[in-house]
């Protein structure tokens, strides 16, 4: 969900698994499954199946997100990311706003930010204040920030498998639980950064860990706690991170699996590859798309249409050089 500029094929690990140059298919195939377990999340707000895509969505892109990494220059790495994330992210924050305006006044209803310029405070702190259509705007500005702080270290200390690593990973680690204790709202998402940092550094990691067989046993015990709600399942946005250190690790277990099987898949997986190319704009419009259309499907219906109608309006930007600049 990251620029394409910035993904170089994988060592080690991922060169097992996929022979050839070029750009590694089962990314974007990761990417795909990655997306619909969060527009699933959405539409399905509680039961066996909220509960099991809860345990590792989101996780899912911050992994694959320290799995692509590579060291670069902070300062220009820094400006290159605040420059093509967050142009995307106001310009689809200001057109769900002037939707959210049209669309619920013509129901008979006031559009969620309708008093201005009081409203602007919220919509720029974002985060915590966006709720609603906006409420997964949050994803994307805690993604950045937690990018530029681990490529600033990754600067000094290339290997994440160097010893060093912990002086970073374990303040990291307990302090994204500490948070999540005293904290009650998040700017731009922001809250979440502490364990986004660790999951990108254990994305990192992992690309350098040949796989080995015995690793399936307690990755997928691990998985199926979480999968099956033994374990607590995880709101990322809020910093709840359900039961510390399990949770979060049945959720790199789950990611970790489906990283291997969107291996398998990848030479057929055509359409998850091409749903996972469209998953920024995805998660940027799938909860509004389920906001304005939950009274008219049933839940089935809702999750294609979340899914279709994102992606017929990906296609769209991409045929526009202007679409493609602002948006993409």
């Given at each position: 969900?990251?620029?394409?500029?910035?993904?170089?094929?994988?060592?080690?690990?991922?060169?097992?698994?996929?022979?050839?140059?070029?750009?590694?298919?089962?990314?974007?195939?990761?990417?795909?499954?990655?997306?619909?377990?969060?527009?699933?999340?959405?539409?399905?707000?509680?039961?066996?199946?909220?509960?099991?895509?809860?345990?590792?969505?989101?996780?899912?892109?911050?992994?694959?997100?320290?799995?692509?990494?590579?060291?670069?220059?902070?300062?220009?790495f820094a400006i290159r990311q605040l420059a093509s994330q967050m142009r995307p992210y106001a310009a689809f924050l200001i057109l769900l706003i002037i939707a959210d305006s049209i669309i619920e006044p013509s129901k008979g209803n006031s559009p969620?930010?309708?008093?201005?310029?009081?409203?602007?405070?919220?919509?720029?702190?974002?985060?915590?204040?966006?709720?609603?259509?906006?409420?997964?705007?949050?994803?994307?500005?805690?993604?950045?920030?937690?990018?530029?702080?681990?490529?600033?270290?990754?600067?000094?200390?290339?290997?994440?498998?160097?010893?060093?690593?912990a002086l970073a990973i374990i303040p990291a680690l307990v302090g994204a639980y500490l948070l999540g204790e005293v904290a009650q709202v998040s700017i731009l998402g922001l809250l979440t950064v502490p364990m986004a940092l660790v999951l990108l550094?254990?994305?990192?990691?992992?690309?350098?860990?040949?796989?080995?067989?015995?690793?399936?046993?307690?990755?997928?015990?691990?998985?199926?706690?979480?999968?099956?709600?033994?374990?607590?399942?995880?709101?990322?946005?809020?910093?709840?991170?359900?039961?510390?250190?399990?949770?979060?690790?049945?959720?790199?277990?789950?990611?970790?699996?489906?990283?291997?099987?969107?291996?398998?898949?990848?030479?057929?997986?055509?359409?998850?590859?091409?749903?996972?190319?469209?998953?920024?704009?995805?998660?940027?419009?799938?909860?509004?798309?389920?906001?304005?259309?939950?009274?008219?499907?049933?839940?089935?219906?809702?999750?294609?249409?979340?899914?279709?109608?994102?992606?017929?309006?990906?296609?769209?930007?991409?045929?526009?050089?202007?679409?493609?600049?602002?948006?993409?």
């Amino acid at each position: 969900m990251e620029n394409r500029g910035d993904e170089i094929q994988p060592r080690s690990a991922a060169s097992e698994w996929v022979r050839g140059g070029g750009r590694l298919e089962w990314i974007d195939v990761a990417r795909g499954i990655g997306i619909i377990a969060v527009v699933a999340g959405h539409v399905w707000t509680r039961g066996p199946l909220r509960d099991a895509v809860y345990s590792f969505h989101m996780p899912l892109f911050f992994l694959l997100s320290g799995f692509l990494s590579r060291p670069q220059p902070p300062a220009r790495f820094a400006i290159r990311q605040l420059a093509s994330q967050m142009r995307p992210y106001a310009a689809f924050l200001i057109l769900l706003i002037i939707a959210d305006s049209i669309i619920e006044p013509s129901k008979g209803n006031s559009p969620i930010f309708d008093q201005w310029p009081q409203d602007l405070a919220p919509v720029l702190l974002g985060g915590s204040w966006l709720r609603g259509p906006f409420t997964i705007f949050w994803f994307v500005p805690c993604l950045m920030a937690s990018r530029i702080i681990f490529n600033a270290l990754s600067a000094h200390w290339p290997n994440p498998l160097d010893q060093r690593w912990a002086l970073a990973i374990i303040p990291a680690l307990v302090g994204a639980y500490l948070l999540g204790e005293v904290a009650q709202v998040s700017i731009l998402g922001l809250l979440t950064v502490p364990m986004a940092l660790v999951l990108l550094w254990v994305g990192a990691a992992w690309q350098r860990i040949p796989w080995r067989r015995w690793m399936w046993v307690p990755l997928a015990a691990f998985s199926l706690a979480g999968l099956t709600a033994v374990l607590p399942t995880l709101n990322m946005k809020a910093a709840d991170y359900g039961l510390p250190l399990l949770s979060i690790a049945s959720a790199i277990a789950t990611t970790l699996l489906l990283f291997r099987l969107s291996v398998r898949i990848a030479p057929f997986g055509g359409w998850l590859a091409a749903m996972g190319r469209a998953s920024l704009v995805i998660m940027y419009l799938h909860v509004a798309v389920i906001h304005y259309l939950s009274p008219l499907f049933a839940k089935p219906w809702l999750l294609l249409h979340a899914l279709v109608l994102p992606i017929a309006i990906y296609h769209v930007l991409r045929t526009s050089r202007w679409g493609r600049r602002i948006f993409l």
